[in-house]
């Protein structure tokens, strides 16, 4: 059976890599919005912006001062014109990633609970998808282990 909470490591930055210099940390938080369906919602990365044209759950960077709930809380409204509580975003895993010159630790949530109609505010596409079908889409590097303990829960 499997844990609510795994942690999941890239190929390359498994324990038995060298260790490296002290690197800038950049924290993410994401959310699966998880539709009455079995559905997540996830969206594709504009053009113009690092890994455009992949398949990522929504969410953002954690700016100083913000809890990581706080954060994806904000980044919801911004990019879906949703709002949710605290008490309905559930941490379920965290993967880490080297993401050019700083390590990427992105923190997902589950959320069943929300107000409003997700819409993005800007042109790129999303869709609702299932969990296995997540699988064959084009997603960053840090996302793909998220996906079988996704498909586990949902």
């Known amino acids: 059976m499997m844990d609510a909470l795994s942690v999941s490591q890239s190929a390359s930055n498994r324990p038995d890599s060298a260790p490296t210099a002290e690197r800038a940390r950049l924290l993410v938080t994401a959310a699966a919005l998880v539709d009455a369906d079995g559905r997540i919602l996830v969206q594709q990365r504009p053009e ?3 890994m455009a044209g992949l398949w990522e759950f ?3 960077k954690v700016e100083p001062g913000e809890t990581p709930e706080e954060a994806l809380i904000r980044e919801l409204k911004e990019e879906l014109g949703i709002s949710t509580h605290k008490s309905c975003l ?5 993967a880490s990633e080297p993401l050019g010159d700083r390590d990427l630790l992105l923190l997902l949530y589950i959320c069943r609970k929300w107000t409003g109609v997700p819409r993005l505010h800007h042109a790129s596409p999303m869709q609702w998808v299932r969990p296995a079908e997540m699988f064959s889409l084009p997603m960053p590097p840090a996302d793909l282990p998220m996906i079988g303990i996704l498909d586990a829960l949902v």
């Open 90 to 94: 559930a941490p379920v895993t965290f």
């Open 48 to 50: 113009g912006k690092p």
């Open 58 to 60: 929504p969410g953002g």
